[in-house]
């Protein structure tokens, strides 16, 4: 078995107790204590800050190269690519998620560094329009000290695709992950560490949300807050950023509809339904949880669809077989099995799951079964919250512009799948839904090239992509007098 990290935090390139709260990461098969460690305090916080201000104004950092930067990052990839397996294993214990997405998360993560650092390197600044006989620049500069506030469903991706842009842009980051799951962004720490990062420009700080957290937002030398979490964290960080004039960057949560018209390919569609929500045992916040079927093929569809999930193959997360892995941790499958059974008292049907399943092996675990439940409108609870389990709600429409009004009858705004054969009616669905992203006969696929981010409740500003670095830059406009002359206005 792997060596799990030690617990000690990572504190500007040193390894240190934590003096902080005590954080218990379990391994949601069996509840197994994989490590208690102490999180930070807030003075380790502001001593962390305090030494990433320093080593991000140091010349040596601020003016070096961007292709010299752009060769630590490939050099964190490769760092992260040699060590799949044993990132794949620490992640599978502290979250519960199959060994093979916790593989492929640790692979994107690889290429999330690489990816920024090439578009680094090839990232231009631009000489603009002048007005005068001026040479005008639009140029960049790094925005400072980041902090970096993640949630436990995928921590090395969500903390790649935050480390990666925001350290290639020249800055310092402060990570925090989530408290359930500390123990991947100390691997990753050890991952940077290794690559040569300049001492002081990455901790990683776990610790509660209440404490580290909340140091982080509100500490002045924090330049800009990038979060993925809930969106009542999010918008409390966001209130907290206003009165700091801070920018923040908000990736929140989901109640994302898939769309199935009466023409689509039935076997790509409930291949890709069933994949967009309980694959990662639903806790995604892009999961497929409201699913609209056209009326016509409304009970053949749900039929199968309900056959295929009673055959996925619920079990441990280290089984090359199982498809749906326990959930991160008791309290979280609790509160997914409260939404049911307010769903339930609703007046929902119940068509599958709606419970733990039985057996030995699940008997410790927090396993629960992916859930299907029909019969409520779209202004059901279940049809409005995030429940971020294996939940779906389906529900039937008439035509394209019934699906489109219940589909965007929602707060959140975070993605949308479509199936159907009719291109020109995909195309029309995708653009009047109100979503960061829509999938066409495809669901939860992503690129590093491709921005992501939310409408509405599901977030603000977007990761990914070229733009992505310059998220986590100012823009500044450099005029230079091109005459040699006095101001006129002197009259010299
Ligand atoms: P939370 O909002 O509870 O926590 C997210 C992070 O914020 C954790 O590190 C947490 O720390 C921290 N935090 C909590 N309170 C504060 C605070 N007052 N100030 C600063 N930080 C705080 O979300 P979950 O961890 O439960 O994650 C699930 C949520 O994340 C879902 O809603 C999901 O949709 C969303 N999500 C969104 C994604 C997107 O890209 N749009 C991607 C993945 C998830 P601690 O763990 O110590 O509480």
Request: charged share 20%; net charge negative.
């Amino acid at each position: 078995m792997t060596e799990l990290p030690d617990g000690r935090l990572y504190l500007a390139g040193d390894w240190v107790a934590g003096q902080g709260d005590e954080i218990t990461s379990y391994f949601p098969h069996d509840g197994s204590v994989n490590r208690v460690l102490c999180g930070a305090s807030a003075a380790q916080v502001d001593q962390a800050i305090a030494r990433a201000k320093a080593a991000q104004a140091d010349p040596a950092w601020r003016g070096m190269k961007p292709h010299e930067r752009a060769r630590i990052l490939y050099r964190i990839a490769d760092g992260i690519e040699g060590n799949i397996a044993r990132i794949s294993e620490i992640q599978s214990r502290d979250t519960g998620k199959t060994l093979r997405e916790t593989a492929a998360l640790a692979a994107s993560a690889a290429g999330t560094f690489r990816y920024m650092g090439a578009a680094l390197e090839t990232l231009d600044d631009t000489m603009t329009v002048p007005r005068a006989d001026t040479l005008t620049l639009s140029v960049h500069e790094p925005l400072g000290v980041i902090g970096a506030i993640t949630p436990w469903n995928s921590p090395i991706a969500s903390d790649a695709q935050k480390l990666a842009p925001a350290l290639a842009a020249g800055n310092a980051v402060i990570l925090k992950p989530a408290s359930w799951s500390p123990l991947t962004a100390l691997e990753l720490a050890r991952i940077v560490d290794q690559a040569g990062l300049p001492k002081g420009l990455l901790s990683v700080l776990p610790g509660s949300g209440r404490e580290v957290g909340n140091r982080l937002v509100e500490h002045p030398d924090i330049a800009k807050i990038s979060f993925t979490g809930g969106t009542e964290t999010g918008r409390r960080i966001a209130r907290q950023a206003a009165d700091k004039l801070m920018p923040v960057s908000l990736e929140l949560g989901g109640k994302s509809p898939t769309i199935v018209f009466e023409d689509s390919d039935i076997a790509l569609a409930v291949a890709g339904v069933l994949f967009g929500i309980f694959s990662s045992s639903g806790q995604s916040c892009i999961a497929g949880s409201r699913l609209f079927v056209q009326r016509s093929i409304y009970d053949a569809f749900v039929a199968r669809l309900v056959a295929a999930t009673k055959a996925l193959v619920v079990g441990h997360p280290f089984d090359a077989a199982t498809q749906v892995a326990p959930l991160i941790h008791p309290d979280h499958r609790d509160a997914v099995a409260g939404h049911v059974a307010q769903a339930l008292a609703d007046g929902a049907a119940l068509l599958c799951g709606g419970a733990a399943p039985e057996g030995e092996g699940f008997a410790q675990g927090n396993y629960y079964l992916p859930t299907i439940l029909a019969g409520l409108p779209n202004t059901a609870t279940l049809c409005r919250e995030e429940v971020f389990g294996p939940v779906l709600a389906v529900l039937p429409f008439d035509d394209e512009a019934d699906v489109i009004a219940q589909g965007n009858d929602n707060a959140y705004g975070l993605a949308c799948g479509i199936w159907t054969r009719d291109f020109p009616r995909a195309y029309r669905v995708a653009r009047a839904i109100t979503t960061g992203t829509v999938w066409i006969n495809t669901y939860k696929q992503f690129s590093i090239s491709t921005p992501f981010g939310g409408e509405k409740d599901a977030g603000v500003g977007r990761e990914k992509g070229r733009e992505g670095i310059r998220q986590y830059m100012a823009q500044k406009s450099l005029y230079v007098d091109l005459t040699g002359r006095p101001h006129p206005w002197a009259r010299l």
